[in-house]
């Protein structure tokens, strides 16, 4: 080869060069020169596709869950019963993500939850909790602890669009040990209003102002409308990210099975408030998962629905001709899924993702990567290959949010119960709601012989969502900072383009790229 003296020949030379450096997504997936590959089995080669320098708080995540609604970061919690409650769902949804309430339970109880997420935060909350005066104290203390908040208006006969007689907040209740007493014994009659057709803005300059915990919004009868909680204006400015609709509340996903049953579940649901539906079945390519999305189409059409979980580009095709509005990939790849091993069926996640969700791109349908998520490169892989959001359960399984108490492992560590919903534990109802229990994931009623495609086991602890999800979410701003571009569309786009390379790995490529030769390292992965 002919050197060449002059160095500032260097960027025309590489014009010579055919095809760049690095594999185009499509090359790397070939799963005939490769197999199928899945997350492990790659890596992102970089190219810089802006020229200009920017910080990695200039990328933004925001993404489509479902064909209607985009949420501002694109994570999401699993439909699991040690994953996924209110408690999950609200914070999930306050970090910008999304939390997939599990359908492991009552349909009453599912509800529940549905409702207190969208009760959680709210611009004008518009269906308060509202006490009659013949309400007592002990009343007023059981609904704190119910809900999670006090002030309650009290009005003339006890609900709303009734004359607005007071306010019990939770420090008139406190210390009052007489739970017979009245609340209006102790509720506080020097109420600041403010008039209907208030604006959300001027709403909050009175809450500001008059230094009181609720605004309750009358009608010129001093009826009562709706109520503007001060705890929610903090929330606001702790929460820049969260997932909201129109009315500013939460926005609130929840599972239900194929069923026939849940039909009247989902109707519990869809009156709670629920947003998303996710049409849970471990094998979503079924006359009854089909049934199910026309069924939702034809009776909710505000809701979306997402359909899944699938692999293949067949599969998909069939539920978005059936009306899906987004799909949910990925069998076989949880981290307490045995599915590939006992019923030999599932695919790679990497290949799952990528041929699934090129595909749906193509109906403007957008797709989970759900499973097989164990680190923050996981995420951006899952994202780069094409998929909208990313679902994780055995990552968040081990925070404060998600259900269940933390105790102590053998190996002295802080932990706390994860479990495929297809593991015996959940099929025999061990622990949760039983026979009221709408989970039908991975079997019928039917089954006399009951074959587990999912362990119970544990995980360790990740202190609190709070923190854990701006890491997910920063680490993700830096990869994509690092591969210049500066959004999730644009990530896809430069990988359609081939301009986002990607280098398949082996066992020793692997190795080099974890820490080695160290003799001992602490792996602390963010400061909180
Ligand atoms: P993880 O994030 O790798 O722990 O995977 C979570 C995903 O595993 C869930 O969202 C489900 O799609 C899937 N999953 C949950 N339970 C089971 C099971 O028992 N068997 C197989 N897959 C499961």
Redesign the pocket.
Known sequence: MVEIQDYTKALDVLEEYSPRDGLHVDALLDSDKHGALTYNDFLLSIVLISRAAFPASDVTLESRVSRRLTIKAPLLS???DTVTEHNMAIHMALLGGLGVIHNNCSPDEQAEMVRKVKRYENGFILDPVVLSPKATVGDAKQLKAKWGFGGFPVTENGTLHSKLLGIVSSRDIQFHNQPNDLVTAVMSTELVTAPAGTTLAEANDVLRSSKKGKLPIVDEDGSLISLLSRSDLTKDIHYPLASKVQSKQLLCAAAVSTHDADKIRLQKLVDAGLDIVVVDS?QGHSIYQIAMIKYIKREFPQLDVIAG?IVTREQAAALIAAGADGLRI?M????????QEIMAVGRPQAAAVRSVSSFAARFGVPCIA?????NLGHIVKGLALGASTV?????LAGTTESPGEYFVSSEGQLAKAYR????IAVMEGKGKAGDNAGTAR?FSENDKVKVA??VAGSVIDRGSVTQFVPYLVAGVQHSLQDIGVKSLDALRDGVNRGQVRFEKTSASAMAEGNVHGLHTHEKKLYTS
Request: glycine share 32%; net charge negative.
């Open positions: 699993s439909p699991m471990s979980n990925g076989g790849s949880g981290s307490a899924c045995i599915t759900d499973g097989g998520v164990s679902m994780m359960g055995g990552l495929g919903m297809g593991s991975y495609q999912g």
